[in-house]
Every structure is written in structure tokens, then in C-alpha cells.
């Protein structure tokens, strides 16, 4: 069956840290990729997607993510966050159907 | 552009009230969804409809009930609600059903 997991459910980060928030999937067939955003008291948005061709993915805000197809991954990086990057971080994955994984809510403290 | 306007915002139930969820995009998309986003829980799909005329179940459709009479509107109706329908929903179009979705601001229910 299709799945998706999201490893941290809640990181808390300084300014200028590196991030990473990892992603995982099952699925036996082809994928597209995709990691949304929702800043407080705002609706999802697209941060980066994956459908076919070079694995590392480049989007919004500085933010990449790198498509490992042997480890079914899909983390999501950004060299040096920000306090405005505070916000709940969803990766969804569309095989057959599109699932949402349970998010990750980033804090950034100043 | 406006592209996907849920209404209302914000709105309090008593337990067997009923209400419609109204969700409205300008982009001509076929593709129109009903999300539910509970805490820790991600996203949780509804209903969906793949063009107006034509509904189907998603993960969680107990409970709620859908129309699709043109392509701008997909509104959501709950019949009698109970307090576990509590929960902010999302409406969503796309153009193709590929996943890029546009997604609505939500509308926070509670029902007490």
C-alpha cells in the first residue's frame, strides 16, 4: 500500500541553522514528489515538486530537496533558515493517489 | 486571480446542526478537492470530483456529502454534525490530477 512518512514532527531551529526534514515513501511504481508549506494562519503552498528529470529540485525561498529513488526519499534542505521560514512542512506523494504525510512543524527562534 | 475562495472562515456547530461549506475557483480547473487537516494527522481527502457532474468518496466522505452542478463550485455539505467533525477543511483545485494543487484559505468548524 501507498505511504508516506515525515521523521520529525516538531524541530525547533536558531536562525542561520541548516535544515533538513526527511521523507519517506512506499511505492512500487513512478512518483511525483512534493513538499508544501503552511505559515501560521495561512493555507498550503507549493514549496518544490519532483515529477521526472534531475533528482535535485530547487523551489521557493531557498529551499531545495533531493530525490533519492534507491531509499524512496525525498528530504527537504535549506542551508541557512530563517525566522519567517517558521511554518508546518507537508510532504505529499502522488502514485496511484496523493497522500499528505503528517507534517513537521518548524519553529525558528531568533 | 482570485483562485480558490472557501467560505466561511469560521464557523461554531451545535452537534446535529447542519451547514454547507462553499468553495469556489476561477482557474477553469476539473480537478476539485475536500481535505480535512487535523492536528499531527496531515491531510485527510474528503471527497473529490474529476469535473462538474461527477463526485467520488475519498479516504474520510462519512459524514459529508458533495455537488458538483458547474465547474467553479464544489461545496461540502455537512448533514448532522458531530463533534468529531471538528477540524479545518480545505478546498483544492488542479488543473491535472497530478498533486500541484491550489489550495483555499479553510474554514475552521467547530462542533459542541
Known amino acids: 500500500a501507498q505511504s508516506v512518512s515525515q521523521h520529525n514532527h516538531h524541530v525547533i531551529l536558531s536562525e542561520a541553522a541548516s535544515l533538513e526534514l526527511g521523507c519517506n515513501y512506499s511505492y512500487g511504481g513512478t512518483v511525483n514528489l512534493f513538499w508544501y508549506v503552511q505559515y501560521p494562519g495561512q493555507h498550503l503552498q507549493l514549496l518544490l515538486k519532483y515529477f521526472s528529470g534531475d533528482p535535485l529540485v530547487k523551489g521557493i525561498k531557498g529551499f531545495e530537496a533531493e530525490f533519492i529513488k534507491s531509499k524512496f526519499s525525498f528530504n527537504l534542505r535549506k542551508p541557512s533558515v530563517q525566522w519567517s521560514d517558521t511554518a508546518e512542512y507537508f510532504c505529499?506523494?502522488?502514485?496511484?493517489?496523493?497522500?499528505f504525510g503528517k507534517g513537521t512543524r518548524l519553529h525558528i527562534l531568533p | 486571480n482570485a483562485g480558490v475562495t472557501q467560505t466561511p472562515k469560521f464557523r461554531i456547530l451545535k452537534i446535529g446542526q447542519s451547514m454547507t461549506l462553499q468553495c469556489t475557483q476561477d482557474?477553469?480547473?476539473?480537478?476539485m478537492y475536500w481535505y480535512r487537516q487535523d492536528p499531527g494527522m496531515g491531510l485527510k481527502l474528503i471527497y473529490y470530483s474529476v469535473g462538474a457532474g461527477i463526485t467520488d468518496k475519498g479516504e474520510v466522505p462519512n459524514g459529508y456529502n458533495v455537488s458538483r452542478s458547474t465547474t467553479e463550485d464544489f461545496p461540502l455539505r455537512l448533514e448532522l454534525a458531530a463533534p468529531s467533525q471538528t477540524s479545518v477543511y480545505f478546498c483544492?483545485?488542479?488543473?491535472?490530477?497530478?498533486?500541484?494543487?491550489?489550495f483555499g484559505s479553510g474554514t475552521r468548524l467547530t462542533v459542541v
Open positions: 505529499a506523494v502522488r502514485g496511484d493517489k496523493i497522500i
Open positions: 482557474m477553469n480547473h476539473n480537478y
Open positions: 483544492a483545485s488542479s488543473y491535472e490530477d497530478v498533486g500541484l494543487y491550489t
